[in-house]
């Protein structure tokens, strides 16, 4: 049987950093529904054009179109044997819609790690944030920095601030959280999958617990 896992948390709290990681460990296929967005901007599908007008103010994109894009990726055969979905479900609607996909495809949520932080370390991580044009690897200019300033260590290629990284579209992207995605905590709590992991901690120790977490399951 197939095992996905969801992770929630506010922006910068490590999601992406942790599903990376995770996705190495475990051979799941990492599935990030913001890095699906920008891949299609970078294509300029209609899809990603779209998306961008919502991603630039820090508004979620609709869920028809997000829960679509993430049906079409999960049914490619990488995720046969399930995914760590990274920024999905993020309103009530796209959960209830990946319940209907994952039983059509013979699975379920597994377990959903919470990851926590405070909202000053959010604004803090989010603001120093670098992203590798290339793949999304993530740096962090005093916590992770890479080795050159502004090259990714691992492929070589340009790092760059994302534009809803900057400060003033930062602070509404933890707002939308709290109000959108907030929910969904006590619908995992509810349904006994939520693990709760404190975001505050350095991320070796983060993905040790998310890993004795998995293994438990
Ligand atoms: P992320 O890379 O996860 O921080 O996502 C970046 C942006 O992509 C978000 O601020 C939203 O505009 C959009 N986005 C990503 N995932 C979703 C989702 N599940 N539902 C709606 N919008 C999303």
Redesign the pocket.
């Known amino acids: 049987m197939a095992t996905f896992i969801v992770l929630l948390g506010p ?1 910068g709290a490590g999601k ?1 950093t942790q599903a990376k990681i995770l996705a190495e460990k475990t051979k799941l296929a990492h599935v ?4 699906l ?1 920008r891949e299609n901007f970078k294509k300029q599908t209609e899809l990603g054009r779209l ?1 961008q007008s ?2 630039d103010k ?4 609709p ?1 028809d179109v ?1 829960i679509k894009m993430i049906k079409d990726r999960l049914t490619q055969p990488d995720c046969q044997a399930g995914a760590i979905l ?6 009530p609607a ?1 959960a209830d819609a990946l319940e209907i996909m994952l039983a059509d495809f013979n699975g379920q949520v597994d377990l959903v790690p919470y990851i926590t932080a405070s909202e000053e370390t959010l604004v803090e991580r989010i603001g120093g944030r670098w992203t590798c044009r290339a793949q999304g690897h993530i740096y962090h200019q005093t916590f992770s920095p890479p080795k050159q300033a502004g090259v990714c260590d691992l492929d070589g290629s340009e790092l760059y601030q994302r534009e ?1 990284d900057k400060a003033e579209t930062v602070r509404n ?1 933890i707002r939308v959280y709290f109000e959108q995605t907030m929910p969904l905590v006590e619908y995992y709590r509810k349904a006994g999958k939520l693990i709760e992991i404190d975001g505050m901690q350095n991320v070796e120790k983060i993905t040790e617990r998310l890993l004795d977490a998995l293994n438990k399951k």
């Open positions: 922006p992406g990030s529904s913001g890095d967005f998306a919502y991603m820090g508004e979620l994109v869920d997000t990274d920024g999905f479900p993020r309103t796209q809803d992207r």
